[in-house]
């Protein structure tokens, strides 16, 4: 390990932040998606670190790694989706402006 | 060898803050398709991070899966919603300042805590080399379920996709 695990912890963590930040703040869906992944990207370095150093299975981190980076890729192929089918009726991807459930 | 070690440590941590600058573009930038491409860069570095930390693999996966697909589909989207948006429209919604300070506590307090919990580093970890063979191995037998799980929630959503996404020819929508 060339760098201690606690910089990379803490390096993920504004990581996180900063796309929770993106997903709380963001009108346009596409841009919350975008933030999304941001996160999960985070959640992937925090699993890589730690099986890095302190597990005792050393695949069992980069496995998990793996199986995140399949279901963010289904979730972006599905929410994009729903973009695109929400766009065609609605003309609009802001989230502000989709209130047809709402009262 | 000692001083290759210090530019290695110096390559990592400028890595880190030209991530977290182009992550503050993510999120900061009103151009959405700028966003996508900062998300792209946000992603290679990543990338160098895991080839630090002895994931060539996952390395690899990460640029052919979030670079190579998934960014296309987020800029496929993009260029296809763009035109209403314009530059004008108002990209953010008025929760910003409450956001920043409930986020600054939330980093404060799971920094303290990071800094402060013992983290057990064993030698036994940090010693092992994970090979793409050992990973194989790994998905292959200790987590041959949940691999066949994924591959299903896989398949199932390419073709969820397709359907919600495909224009429907029977009947004409609201307008």
């Known amino acids: ?103 | 060898m000692e001083i290759l070690e210090l530019f290695s440590k110096i390559g990592i941590y400028a890595t880190m803050a030209l991530v977290l600058v182009f992550a503050l573009g993510v999120v900061a930038l009103r151009n959405l398709f700028h966003c996508a491409l900062c998300l792209a860069a946000v992603l290679i570095g990543t990338a160098m991070i895991y080839v630090a930390l002895h994931a060539e693999f996952l390395a690899a996966v990460q640029i052919l899966v979030y670079v190579g697909a998934v960014m296309t589909l987020v800029i496929f989207v993009i260029m296809l919603t763009e035109h209403l948006g314009g530059k004008t429209i108002r990209q953010t919604n008025r929760q910003s300042p409450a956001a920043i300070i409930g986020l600054s506590g939330i980093v404060v307090l799971l920094g303290t805590l990071l800094m402060k919990t013992p983290w057990p580093v064993t030698a036994k970890a940090l010693d092992a080399k994970v090979s793409v063979m050992s990973l194989g191995k790994a998905l292959m037998g200790t987590y041959a379920f949940p691999f066949e799980v994924i591959s299903v929630i896989l398949i199932a959503c390419l073709i969820g996709a397709i359907v919600i996404a495909k224009k429907d020819v029977s009947e004409k929508g609201p307008s």
């Open chain 1, 1 to 103: 390990m060339i760098i201690p695990l606690q910089h990379i912890l803490i390096f993920s963590l504004l990581l996180f932040a900063t796309g929770l930040y993106g997903v709380l703040v963001r009108r346009n869906i596409i841009g919350i998606l975008i933030s999304i992944e941001l996160m999960l990207n985070a959640a992937n370095l925090n699993l890589i670190a730690f099986s890095k150093s302190t597990s005792l299975a050393p695949e069992t981190g980069q496995i998990f790694a793996i199986f995140v980076i399949a279901i963010a890729a289904t979730a972006a192929a599905v929410g994009l989706a729903i973009v695109l089918a929400l766009y065609r009726v609605r003309k609009t991807v802001y989230t502000d402006e989709v209130n047809l459930l709402k009262w």
